[in-house]
């Protein structure tokens, strides 16, 4: 049903005071999938506007979108999207910033660590000893990426475990927010066989120092980008100092949509939302502010890729990695991260008189308001 946005506003001004233990109903269900596919219609139709006026926009097997010099695209997001995936492994439980777009917004201190002298791999505990075995007995990925949360608090660390996995020939990449890494330790990681970092610049509002390490880790590292949520914050920022960090000659600027969790949703109270595919979160603003920044990047001819790392491309990824696992036809881990819908966050999209839906059409009487029937 085509769903008219004033029905729709009204039917989730009274979804967002039920009872958090109370059930819709099945018709109740169907305004609410149906309330979402009329945003979800109208933002994606606002990114074909935008996406159609970039000159040279480019897939990777219809999987992702991005502009830029493909030689430069990240292996990492090939073996994400086109390989056997990016096998997680988890070390550090403690971070230096609190962003507020973090995952772990408000928790960061209560993060259970992993274990002396371990590393989580698959969801299962290794000691490094336990490294040979594994790799003796599955197969390899075909990349791997260390997360969880902020390495460089305990970098030396990462050294031994990062060369055992660099002679066994497995593409390995780091995230971090860069501002505790040094010369010695980027020069550390580099010796050690790290293929790729990755510095989510935006943690730092695009800091001068890490800037600096950033044209630091190039000189010794094989591939250099960044990795942040774009936001409003991030795309203001990196403007301001545009040519200082495409002097660091980087490789690659992967603009990942900002979705959100239970952790750091109110961060973005009062923003107009949307749901993909009944799937993730996000404010409407970070993928077209993506494609704003792809559109400038693509005019002014910059030396890297940017990358399009929206709510399609990690349903894509969901895809891939399933197929790669044998798992049955259309699996996918792609899926809302919220147990229960939080209808409130969507009021402010349905109250904004400068968002329109595309069409709309009268409610059938038992659907309205007041009148359906259970």
């Known amino acids: 049903m085509k769903i008219s946005k004033k029905d729709a506003l009204k039917w989730f001004e009274f979804f967002s005071i039920l009872p958090e233990n ?81 995952y772990n917004y408000g928790e960061l201190d209560n993060i259970p660590p992993i274990g002396e002298g371990m590393w989580e791999i698959g969801d299962t505990k290794f000691y490094e000893k336990d490294i040979d075995l594994l790799l003796s007995i599955q197969q390899k990925p075909t990349g791997i990426a260390y997360v ?24 390995q990449h780091l995230y971090t927010n860069g501002i505790s890494a040094t010369e010695e330790t980027l020069k550390a990681l580099g010796e050690a066989g790290l293929d790729e970092i990755r510095f989510n610049l935006g943690a730092s509002n695009c800091s001068n120092k890490v800037i600096e390490n950033i044209k630091t880790a190039k000189k010794y590292i094989k591939a250099v980008g960044i990795e942040t949520p774009m936001t409003p914050e991030f795309f203001k920022t990196f403007f301001k100092k545009k040519h200082a960090i495409l002097e660091t000659k980087l490789d690659f600027i992967n603009c990942a949509e900002l979705h959100l969790n239970e952790n750091n949703i109110y961060n973005y109270d009062g923003e107009n939302m949307y749901i993909s595919r009944l799937g993730y979160i996000s404010p409407i603003w970070s993928r077209e502010l993506t494609l704003k920044f792809m559109k400038i990047a693509d005019e002014e001819n910059w030396d890297l890729v940017v990358h399009d790392c929206s709510n399609y491309t990690k349903f894509a990824r969901g895809l891939n990695l399933s197929s790669k696992e044998g798992k049955w036809f259309g ?22 008189d400068n968002f329109k839906f595309l069409s709309e059409e009268e409610l059938p009487d038992c659907y309205k308001p007041g009148k359906m029937i259970f």
């Open 22 to 102: 109370e059930e819709v109903m099945t018709k109740q269900q169907e305004i609410i999938y149906a309330t979402f596919a009329q945003i979800e219609a109208a933002i994606d139709h606002r990114n074909n506007i935008l996406m159609s006026a970039i000159k040279d926009l480019k897939t990777l097997k219809n999987r992702t979108f991005f502009v830029g010099n493909e030689s430069k695209f990240p292996k990492g997001c090939r073996s994400c999207l086109l390989g056997t995936g990016l096998s997680a492994i988890r070390k550090t439980n403690k971070c230096n910033a609190e962003c507020k777009f973090c």
């Open 148 to 171: 969880y949360l902020e390495p460089f608090m305990e970098i030396e660390k990462y050294y031994s475990i990062i060369k055992k996995f660099s002679d066994a020939k497995v593409y």
């Open 331 to 352: 699996c996918n881990d792609y899926a809302c991260e919220f147990s229960r819908i939080p209808y409130e966050i969507f009021l402010p999209i349905l109250r904004d």
